[in-house]
C-alpha cells in the first residue's frame, strides 16, 4: 500500500483547506482511513476516521463539527476538509490505514504541513 497526502498550506483562522490522501497497491474499497496529525513538540494524535464503505465516521473532539471525512472509493481517494480552521490546528498531517488498536498503522502517507495564523 502507498498513500499520497496533499493539499496542506497556509491559511488565516476561520480559512478552510482540503486535504487529500491518495491510495494505491491495493484494493482502496476494503480499507478504512483515518488522518492523524502531529503538532511542533507535540505527539502525533487521531484526527478523524472512516470505515471502508464510507457509512462511519469518528472524530477528535477537537475537530468534531468542523472537520468531515470522506471517501471516493473510485478514485482510490480520501479527503479531509477542515473548516474553521483555528491556530491549534497547526500541523503535520498524516493519512493512514492498516489501523491498528494501539492507535497505530501499518501504512502512512508522507504527510503535508497545515498552517494556521491567527
Known amino acids: 500500500v502507498q498513500l499520497q497526502a496533499f493539499g496542506g498550506g497556509s491559511v488565516q483562522a476561520g480559512g478552510s483547506l482540503r486535504l487529500s490522501c491518495a491510495f494505491s497497491?491495493?484494493?482502496?474499497?476494503?480499507?478504512?482511513m483515518a488522518w492523524f496529525r502531529q503538532a511542533p513538540g507535540k505527539e502525533r494524535e487521531f484526527v478523524a476516521y472512516?470505515?471502508?464503505?464510507?457509512?462511519?465516521?469518528n472524530y477528535a473532539d477537537s475537530v468534531r463539527g468542523r472537520f468531515t471525512i470522506s471517501r471516493d472509493n473510485a478514485q482510490s481517494t480520501t479527503y479531509l476538509q477542515m473548516n474553521s480552521l483555528k491556530p491549534e490546528d497547526t500541523a503535520v498531517y498524516y493519512c493512514?490505514?492498516?489501523?491498528?488498536?494501539?492507535?497505530?498503522?501499518?501504512?502512512w502517507g508522507q504527510g503535508t504541513l497545515v498552517t494556521v495564523s491567527s
Open positions: 493512514a490505514t492498516g489501523l491498528k488498536s494501539d492507535g497505530g498503522a501499518d501504512y
Open positions: 497497491g491495493r484494493t482502496f474499497s476494503m480499507y478504512p
Open positions: 472512516i470505515n471502508w464503505g464510507g457509512s462511519s465516521t
